[in-house]
């Protein structure tokens, strides 16, 4: 699979200081991105196999 280069550099972020700052970053561009988003390519995102893979995983999705 394919990893944007924002996402191996906050990688790079948490392995050059604390873990935590990766997950921290990761977020921050999430955030962005989701900004960026428009309600429907909110709701095919929602409907992906690894968002619900990680939803079910949360508990917030029932199988």
Do not use: N, Y
């Not at 906050?10 to 970053?25: I, L, T, Y």
């Not at 921050?28 to 429907?40: I, Q, S, V, Y």
């Amino acid at each position: 699979m394919w990893t944007p280069p924002t996402a191996s550099m906050c990688h790079g972020h948490g392995e050059g200081s604390e873990g935590d700052h990766e997950v921290g970053d990761l977020h921050d561009l999430f955030r962005a991105a989701w900004g960026l988003m428009t309600e429907e390519q909110k709701v095919d995102f929602l409907f992906t196999d690894q968002e619900k893979a990680v939803l079910s995983a949360a508990g917030i999705l029932a199988d």
